[in-house]
């Protein structure tokens, strides 16, 4: 029969690229957390970088819309003083009252154009949080290029060479399968059912 060990781990890759380093061979005693091959993460360095620039222009858009808060903020109030003076003045029939409905006017709009530029800094908000958790999953994906052995074991098999392509699509390719635990081993094999009644430990 084949000789197999109890406990043994395959060693899959989350992320495609070419591989660039190999750093462990057939019977390399592992560590867990050690680092056995590397995906060339060049295109993976390139979306972190991209990734960081679109935070930043988030940032910047989001300082832009929150100094136009402030902007129209100043308007609201300059419109509301006005509005209160020219109500004083309408009440002692100093000027006429088309001058308040004017008045009123501008305050109802000055108002409206607060609740947009506050609509804006939300959405700027909520679109750098957007760009952050972006940046996240790029750090995460060049993160995936360097793959680590999960437990402490002896590599058994070794499925790819330098240079070969690795594509995870559906489901992660197996790169290595690491045995746990050399010592203990099973042998699996063909029985006939007539003699499995004579099988003794």
Known sequence: GTLNPVVSVQVGSQVSGQLKEIFVDFNSPVQAGQLIARIDP???????????????AAKAASL?????????????KDAQ???DRKKTLVAKNFI????????????????AQR?????????????????EAQLAQARVDLSRTEIRSPVNGVVVKRSVDRGQTVAASLQAPELFVIAQNLTDMQVETS???????????
Do not use: C, M, W
């Not at 832009?64 to 609201?76: G, H, S, W, Y």
């Not at 609740?115 to 760009?131: F, I, M, P, S």
């Not at 029985?191 to 430990?201: K, M, N, Q, S, T």
């Open 191 to 201: 029985i006939d059912e007539a003699d499995v009644g004579r099988i003794r430990l």
């Open 64 to 76: 832009t819309q929150r100094a136009d808060l402030l902007r129209v903020d100043a308007i609201l």
């Open 81 to 83: 003083r006005d509005y």
């Open 42 to 56: 060049e295109t993976f360095q390139h979306k972190v970088r991209q990734a960081e620039a679109d935070l930043e």
């Open 96 to 111: 006429s009252p088309a001058e308040l409905d004017k008045a009123e006017s501008v305050l109802d709009t000055a108002k």
């Open 115 to 131: 609740e947009v530029a506050l609509a804006q800094v939300q959405n700027g908000a909520a679109v750098v949080r957007q760009r």
